[in-house]
């Protein structure tokens, strides 16, 4: 069955940066486009961008072009996000999705001093 | 940036009942492709969010014949029968046809 495993949560410093990663199975992982969302605490949806795996093809919101940057490793079938120069409205649950039909269970990133 | 109004923002329904959410955007969503990418989200507390309706209208796998989808151009609209208690949570619009994706604001469905 197909499957996102995100890595864990993160405690960060402002002005730092974070990078996540997101591992697909269950499908063949080149083939479908991994969707990034931002959902900050009690807020709603915010589509970050996306990454074609095979392609390396990106689209991103204008919003966080240079805050966020996909790669992917096909070896691993992971998609991984780093988030840059971070701010408490960095705050947020960060999903990674399969063409958005699949989630992963969201990284919780925390940004404090 | 497309922007997706839902409404109601809130529903209070009770069990066995049915409802609808409406969510209308500020522009057309047909693809130059033909396709309409409206699709419907369920998130429930706690949990990520889950894929109900893709491409307005199309129940995805597992999903029970309770939710349907319609609508066309820039006027959409889930109807939820029979309300059972797993589909309590926040309702979500999304359209991908137009660069940024976005989603709507959300609906609350509660129990009554």
């Known amino acids: 069955q197909v499957q996102l495993q995100q890595s864990g949560a993160e405690l960060v410093k402002p002005g730092s940066s974070v990078k996540m990663s997101c591992k697909a199975s269950?499908?063949?992982?080149?083939?479908?486009?991994i969707y990034w969302i931002k959902q900050r605490p009690g807020q709603g949806l915010e589509w970050i961008g996306r990454i074609g795996p095979g392609s390396g093809d990106t689209n991103y919101n204008e919003k966080f072009k240079g805050k966020a940057t996909f790669t992917v490793d096909k070896s691993s079938s992971t998609a991984y996000m780093q988030l840059s120069s971070l701010t408490p409205e960095d705050t947020a649950v960060y999903y990674c999705?399969?063409?958005?039909?699949?989630w992963g269970q969201g990284v919780m990133v925390t940004v404090s001093s | 940036d497309v922007v997706m109004t839902q409404t109601p923002v809130s529903l209070s329904v009770s069990l066995g009942g049915q409802t609808s959410i409406s969510c209308r955007s500020s522009?057309?969503?047909?693809?130059?492709?033909?396709?309409?990418?409206l699709y419907w989200y369920l998130q429930k507390p706690g949990q990520s969010p889950q894929l109900l309706i893709y491409?307005?209208?199309n129940r995805f796998s597992g999903v029970p014949d309770r939710f349907s989808g319609s609508g066309s151009g820039t006027d959409f609209t889930l109807k939820i029968s029979r309300v059972e208690p797993e589909d309590l949570g926040v309702y979500y619009c999304?359209?991908?046809?137009?660069?940024?994706?976005?989603f709507g604001a959300g609906t609350k469905l509660e129990l009554k």
């Open positions: 491409k307005v209208s």
């Open positions: 999304y359209q991908g046809t137009h660069y940024p994706n976005t």
């Open positions: 269950g499908y063949t992982f080149t083939s479908y486009y």
């Open positions: 999705a399969r063409s958005l039909a699949y």
């Open positions: 522009q057309s969503l047909v693809h130059s492709d033909g396709n309409t990418y």
